[in-house]
C-alpha cells in the first residue's frame, strides 16, 4: 500500500512516523466553544495570505503627488503616494479591492474572534495551571494584534487613519517624563513625523508583527498539544484524560470545514459589503478633520476612555506631569490588560488552589470568577459603547453631553450590578445542578488520584 | 596545562538514574587562574561596550571607532568564552545513544524513556536542575564570573540599545516651536493672504502661516469673526482681535486633532456661545474669553495668536499664547 | 454645557400643533391692534401683504411685529434675507415647536405660496442674502470634495451623514437639495457659521453641491454601504455578522452528532 510505503520512506529518514501517528490520534474534546480560538487562526492565515498581495501593490511613502486616477471626486487633490496607491489598489487593481476588503474583514473578524475566546478561556478557568504560560502568551497575542491592526489601518493615510495616527502621538506624548522623547522617537520628529515613521509603521505592519504574532501562535499550539485539550466534566472524562474526536479524520475535516467556513464568511463580506471606503474620506491633513470620526472597532474601547474621562492633568507647578490621554489611552488599558495578565496568579493567592486542572469550570461553577471577569468585561463593554455615542446621537438623537454623563455612571454603576446579579444567579443555578445534595458553597471535592498527579481540592 | 585537571570522575550520572547506562568521563578542571582571566576579559568587554556608548554620545558616532569598540567587546566575549569552555568548566566526554528511525517495533506509542512531561514527572525537572547545577562543579569563584558575566551582559546590552536614539531626535524645544511671531502674514490654502474685508461675523476660515509647511502643527489656524461687543478677552489681550476677529491654533491640545469645528450660534440668547469644538474628542472652546475650555477632555486652553491688520490683511501681533498641540511632560500649563 | 436638543428626524407634532394653535389665539387676540409703527416701513404690494399678514400671525410672536427679534425669544429678522426664510421655512425647521428648540428639519408648515409670501416679505425687512441660484452640474465634484473637507466636514462629516456640534446637532445632508446648501451656505442656520461670496464663490457653491449630491448616492465601489459612516456598523457587521455566523458554523460542527452533549449532562459524581 502507497500510505505505508510513504510512512515508511519518511520514518527511515526523519523517525516522524511515530510522531505523526500520534498527531493523527490526538484527541480534541467535543465542545463548540473549543473552536473560537480556531476562528482566529484561520483569519490570521487569511490576513497574511491576503496582505502578501496587498504588498505587492502599496506604497507606504509620504511623497506628495496630485491624483488623476479613476476616481474622479479626488482629481487634483493632492496626496501621500500612500494614500494614491491604496486608492489605485481599490479602483484599478483587478480583485484588488476585493483582497482589501477581505483583509479589513478578516482584521475584524480575526481580532473579534480572540476576544471571544479569551472571554471562554477566562470564564471556564482554563488559564490555570498547567496552562497559564500559554494564557499569557495568547494575552501577548491579543495585545500584538490591537497593534497590529492599527499600524494597518493607519497606513493607508486616508482622514480617519490621519486622525487615528494624531492621537495616537498625543496618547504617546501624554507618557509621563519619557512620553515627549519617545514620541519623537516614533514618529522621528514632531507629529506627523517623517517618511521614516510611515517606513516604520509598513515594516512594523507587514514583517515584525506578523512574524511575532505567527511565532507566538505555533508556541500558542505546542502548548495546546503538549498538555493536550482541557475539557469539561463528563462521562469517563477524568483529570488524566481526554475524551473526544481524534484528529484524523474526522477532527481535521471538520476544522478544515471551519477554515472554509471562515474565508467563506469573510470573502462574502469582502465582495458584498463595504469597508473603510478610503476614497469617500478622503487624504489626510494635521489641519483637516472630519466629524464622527471612528477607530475599528478593538480601539472603539479607547476612543470611548479618551471621551468619557472628565478633563484633569496632574500638574507640578506651571508644568504638566500626567496630561489627560494618559488616562484613557495608557492607564485604562494598561489596567484592564494588567487585570487579565494577573488573574490567574490572583486567583492561586486568594484560593490557594495551585493544583493542575485540565477539567474546565462551567462558568457557574466559579461564582466569585464569573462575576468579577463579566464585572470587568462589562465596564469594557460600557466604556466601548460610549466611543461610539456621537454615531448614537446622530442616529437616535439623545444628545452627546447627555449620553456622556450616562455613560460615566454606567460605567461604574453597571459593573458592580453585574457583580452581585452574575455571582447570585451562578449560585442559583449551581444549586438547582443534577446533584441535590451538594452543598451549596461548598466544593470539596474528593478525586481518584493518578501517578503522580493530584487533582485540586478547592480549600472551600 | 594537564597538570590542573585535579579529577577525574567517571559515571556519576548513574546515581540518578537506573536507564542511564552510557559512558561518561568527567574531570573537573578548577583552574582560578583560568577563572580570573575570564573575569578580565569579560569586564574588558563591558568597558569595550561602554566605549561604544560613548563613542555614539560624544564622538560624533565615528563610524571606525564604533565598529571597533562593538568588535572588541564582542571578540573579548568570545574569548573570555573560549577560556571558560576549556579550563573553567567539567571537561566531559559523555556517549549519547542514537535514536534509530528503522526500528521494526517503532509504533505510535513512541518512545517512552524521553519523554517530560513536565507536569507530570516532578523527577525530571530534578534532574534536568541538577545537569544544569552540574556544570559549574569545580569553579571556585563563582561571584566573581557571575559578576563579570553581568557587566559583560550590560556592556554588550548599552552598546545594542543606544542605537535606537537614532530612530528620531532630542525633544530639545521642538514642541515648543512655532512659525508664529510679530509680523508674519496669515495666509489661506492657497496662499493668498487673509482679507479682513472677506470674514463676516460668524465666518470659520483656516488660515497658515506664510512661507512655512501647511502640515506643521503650529502653522494652522482657526480664524473668525464675532461681534466686536461679544468679546470677553481678558486684558491683557484686549486688543488681540481687531474687529472681532480671532486665530487660535487649529490643532486642539488634548489629542491634538484638527479643530475643524466652529459653531456660531444665530441667537447667542438660546444657545451656547461661540466656540471651537474638535471632532475627535469633542473638546470645545469658548473663542469669545480666549480659548478656555468649556466641555470635553481638554485640560489647557487653545493658544490664541494676537492679530492685527496691515493694509485689511491679517498679521500676526506676536507669538501664539501657548504650546501646540497635545500636553506632554514639559508643557506649560498656563498659556 | 448643558443644552438640550430633542430627537433630530423625528419632529414633535403634537407639541407644534399645539404651539400653532396657541399662535393662532395669540394672533387673532391682537388682529383688531393698530399696526406697529416700523412696519410701516414695507411697502405694501399685494405679495408683501399676504406676507405681512402671515408673518405676524405666525412668526411675530418670537421675531416681534417689526421682525426686529424678541429679547429671549427669537433673533431679528432685519438682515437674515430670503435665503435665511427659504431655507428654515422649506426644510421645516420654523415654526419652531417651542421657544429655545433646536430647529430641525421636518416637512415644511406651509404650502409653497405662502412660503413664497413669506420670503419676500422677509426679503424686504432689511437687505440680506438672497436666495442663491445654485446649479450642482456647473461645479466640480473634486474641487467640492476639496471645499467641503475644508469647511464643512469637522461638523457634517466628511461623507455628510450628520455630527456632533456640542450643544447642537449637525443635520446629515442626505435630504439636503442644492438650494438649500447654497442658502445654508450664506445664512449660518443655528449654530453653523457662515461663508460670504469672499470665501465661497457662487462657482464653489455649485461644486459643494455636486459633492453633497454625490455623499447622497457616494459611489460604493465596495458593495453595500452600511451607512458611509465609517467603522461602528462595520464593527457591528463583524460581531452580529460576522462572528454570528461563525459562532452558528462552530455550533453545528463542534459537536460529534448526538454524542457528547449527552456526555455534558452526565456529570461525574462529584
Not at chain 1, 494614491?84 to 479602483?91: D, R
Not at chain 2, 525537572?125 to 558575566?149: P, S, Y
Not at chain 2, 530612530?167 to 508674519?184: H, I, M, N, T
Not at chain 3, 448526538?258 to 452526565?266: H, P, V, Y
Request: proline share 6%; hydrophobic share 45%; net charge neutral.
Amino acid at each position: 500500500m502507497t500510505t505505508r510505503r510513504l510512512f515508511r520512506f519518511l520514518d527511515s529518514r526523519t523517525g516522524g512516523a511515530g510522531a505523526i501517528g500520534k498527531a493523527l490520534r490526538y484527541v480534541f474534546p467535543d465542545h463548540w466553544t473549543f473552536l473560537f480560538g480556531e476562528i482566529a487562526m484561520y483569519s490570521f492565515l487569511i490576513l497574511v495570505a491576503t496582505g502578501t498581495y496587498l504588498a505587492l501593490f502599496f506604497e507606504p511613502s509620504t511623497a506628495h503627488v496630485i491624483y488623476h486616477g479613476t476616481y474622479a471626486p479626488l482629481h487634483g487633490q493632492e496626496m501621500t503616494r500612500a494614500y494614491a496607491s491604496a486608492v489605485n489598489l481599490s479602483f484599478d487593481v483587478q480583485a484588488g479591492l476585493l483582497i482589501r476588503q477581505v483583509h479589513h474583514w478578516a482584521a475584524d473578524v480575526f481580532l473579534a474572534a480572540i476576544t471571544i475566546h479569551l472571554m471562554r478561556i477566562f470564564f471556564t478557568g482554563a488559564f490555570r495551571k498547567p496552562r497559564d504560560i500559554n494564557y499569557y502568551v495568547g494575552l501577548t497575542m491579543l495585545v500584538l494584534a490591537v497593534l497590529e491592526g492599527y499600524a494597518g489601518y493607519s497606513l493607508l493615510d486616508d482622514l480617519l487613519s490621519g486622525m487615528g495616527l494624531a492621537i495616537g502621538n498625543g496618547v504617546a506624548l501624554s507618557i509621563p517624563v519619557i512620553g515627549g522623547q519617545l514620541g519623537t522617537l516614533i514618529w522621528g520628529g514632531r507629529f506627523p513625523g517623517t517618511q521614516d515613521f510611515f517606513s516604520r509603521l509598513f515594516f512594523v505592519h507587514v514583517f515584525l508583527f506578523p512574524v511575532l504574532i505567527g511565532t507566538l501562535m505555533a508556541v500558542h499550539l505546542a502548548l495546546v498539544a503538549r498538555p493536550h485539550h482541557t475539557q469539561f466534566r463528563g462521562r469517563r472524562r477524568r483529570e488524566g484524560n481526554v475524551v473526544g474526536t481524534p484528529l484524523w479524520p474526522a477532527y481535521a475535516l471538520r476544522s478544515l470545514g471551519l477554515f472554509f467556513a471562515t474565508a467563506a464568511v469573510l470573502f462574502l463580506l469582502g465582495g458584498l459589503v463595504q469597508i473603510n471606503p478610503i476614497w469617500q474620506w478622503g487624504p489626510y491633513e494635521p489641519y483637516l478633520g472630519t466629524n464622527g470620526a471612528q477607530p475599528d472597532w478593538y480601539l472603539g474601547w479607547l476612543i470611548g476612555a479618551l471621551r468619557l474621562m472628565p478633563h484633569f492633568d496632574v500638574v507640578i507647578g506651571n508644568y504638566t506631569l500626567i496630561p489627560n490621554p494618559f488616562w484613557g489611552g495608557v492607564l485604562f488599558p494598561g489596567a484592564v490588560f494588567g487585570f487579565l495578565y494577573l488573574w490567574p496568579w490572583i486567583e492561586r493567592r486568594f484560593t490557594g488552589d495551585r493544583a493542575v486542572h485540565n477539567l474546565l469550570d462551567r462558568p457557574r461553577d466559579n461564582p466569585t470568577r464569573t462575576a468579577i471577569g463579566s464585572a470587568v468585561f462589562t465596564l469594557v463593554a460600557a466604556v466601548f459603547f460610549s466611543g461610539s455615542a456621537d454615531r448614537a446621537f446622530v442616529q437616535f438623537g439623545v444628545p452627546y453631553e447627555d449620553q456622556l454623563w450616562g455613560y460615566r455612571a454606567l460605567v461604574i454603576l453597571l459593573p458592580i450590578a453585574v457583580f452581585f446579579l452574575t455571582r447570585r444567579f451562578c449560585i442559583r443555578l449551581r444549586d438547582r445542578g443534577a446533584h441535590p445534595a451538594r452543598e451549596s458553597g461548598a466544593r470539596l471535592v474528593e478525586r481518584p488520584r493518578f501517578k503522580g498527579r493530584s487533582r485540586g481540592t478547592d480549600p472551600a | 596545562m594537564k597538570t590542573i585537571w585535579r579529577y577525574l570522575v567517571a559515571g556519576v550520572l548513574l546515581r540518578f538514574s537506573k536507564k542511564r547506562t552510557v559512558h561518561r568521563e568527567r574531570e573537573l578542571p578548577a583552574s582560578t587562574r583560568a577563572e580570573t582571566w575570564t573575569a578580565i576579559l569579560l569586564f574588558a568587554a563591558a568597558l569595550a561596550g561602554l566605549a561604544f556608548v560613548a563613542i555614539y554620545a560624544f564622538a560624533d558616532a565615528n563610524t571606525q571607532l564604533l565598529g571597533l569598540s562593538i568588535a572588541v567587546s564582542l571578540a573579548l566575549i568570545a574569548a573570555a568564552l573560549i577560556l571558560a569552555a576549556s579550563q573553567v568548566v567539567p571537561q566531559e566526554n559523555l556517549e549519547e545513544p542514537r535514536p534509530s528511525f528503522a526500528q521494526p517495533n517503532h509504533d505510535a506509542d513512541g518512545p517512552k524513556n524521553h519523554d517530560i512531561r513536565g507536569f507530570s514527572a516532578h523527577q525530571q525537572g530534578e534532574e534536568a536542575a541538577l545537569v544544569v547545577r552540574e556544570g559549574a562543579d569545580g569553579v571556585t569563584r563563582r561571584r566573581l564570573l557571575g559578576a563579570a558575566g553581568a557587566a559583560a551582559g550590560v556592556g554588550l546590552g548599552a552598546a545594542a540599545l543606544v542605537p535606537l536614539a537614532s530612530l528620531g531626535p532630542a525633544v530639545g524645544d521642538r514642541y515648543a516651536e512655532s512659525p508664529w511671531k510679530d509680523g508674519v502674514r496669515l495666509v489661506e490654502e492657497n496662499g493668498m493672504a487673509v482679507k479682513v474685508d472677506d470674514l463676516e461675523v460668524g465666518s470659520f476660515l483656516t488660515a497658515f502661516a506664510e512661507g512655512a509647511d501647511k502640515e506643521g502643527l503650529a502653522s494652522s489656524l482657526a480664524v473668525v469673526r464675532v461681534r466686536t461687543e461679544e468679546l470677553e478677552l481678558p486684558e491683557d489681550r484686549a486688543d488681540w482681535a481687531p474687529e472681532g476677529i480671532l486665530a487660535f491654533s487649529k490643532i486642539c491640545t488634548h489629542a491634538q486633532c484638527a479643530i475643524s469645528l466652529f459653531r456660531y450660534p444665530l441667537f447667542s440668547e438660546r444657545s451656547p456661545g461661540p466656540a471651537l469644538v474638535c471632532p475627535c474628542h469633542y473638546s470645545t472652546f469658548n473663542v469669545l474669553d480666549g480659548g478656555q475650555r468649556i466641555f470635553g477632555p481638554a485640560v489647557r486652553p487653545l493658544p490664541q495668536l494676537p492679530l492685527r491688520i496691515e493694509n485689511g490683511t491679517l498679521v500676526a501681533a506676536g507669538p501664539l499664547s501657548g504650546e501646540v498641540g497635545a500636553s506632554w511632560g514639559r508643557v506649560r500649563e498656563e498659556g | 454645557m448643558p443644552s438640550r436638543t430633542r430627537r433630530p428626524g423625528r419632529v414633535r407634532r403634537p407639541l407644534m400643533l399645539g404651539a400653532a394653535v396657541l399662535l393662532a389665539g395669540f394672533a387673532i387676540a391682537v388682529w383688531g391692534q393698530p399696526p406697529h409703527d416700523s412696519t410701516g416701513a414695507v411697502a405694501a404690494t399685494p405679495e408683501s401683504t399676504e406676507g405681512r399678514a402671515l408673518f405676524e400671525e405666525s412668526c411675530s410672536s418670537c421675531h416681534g411685529f417689526d421682525g426686529k427679534g424678541i429679547k429671549g425669544q427669537g433673533p431679528s429678522l432685519i438682515h437674515a434675507g430670503e435665503a435665511a426664510a427659504d431655507f428654515y421655512l422649506r426644510t421645516g425647521r420654523m415654526p419652531l415647536g417651542q421657544v429655545g428648540d433646536e430647529p430641525l428639519r421636518g416637512e415644511p408648515r406651509y404650502s409653497n405660496s405662502q412660503i413664497e409670501a413669506l420670503v419676500h416679505y422677509v426679503g424686504l425687512l432689511g437687505d440680506g442674502p438672497t436666495i442663491p441660484n445654485v446649479d450642482p452640474s456647473q461645479g466640480d465634484v473634486a474641487e467640492g470634495m476639496e471645499l467641503f473637507r475644508d469647511s464643512c466636514a469637522g461638523c457634517h462629516a466628511i461623507s455628510g451623514k450628520g455630527g456632533v456640534a456640542i450643544g447642537g446637532y449637525a443635520p446629515p445632508l442626505g435630504e439636503s437639495t442644492p438650494t438649500e446648501v447654497g442658502e445654508a451656505i450664506r445664512v449660518g442656520p443655528y449654530l453653523m457659521p457662515r461663508f460670504n461670496e469672499e470665501l465661497i464663490s457662487p462657482k464653489q457653491v455649485n461644486s459643494i453641491a455636486a459633492y453633497v449630491k454625490l455623499t447622497q448616492e457616494p459611489e460604493d465601489a465596495g458593495g453595500f454601504g452600511i451607512g458611509h459612516i465609517g467603522p461602528v456598523p462595520e464593527g457591528l457587521v463583524a460581531w452580529l455578522a460576522a462572528i454570528a455566523a461563525l459562532l452558528l458554523i462552530a455550533r453545528v460542527i463542534g459537536e460529534r452528532l448526538g454524542g457528547s452533549r449527552a456526555d455534558d449532562e452526565a456529570e461525574e459524581p462529584r
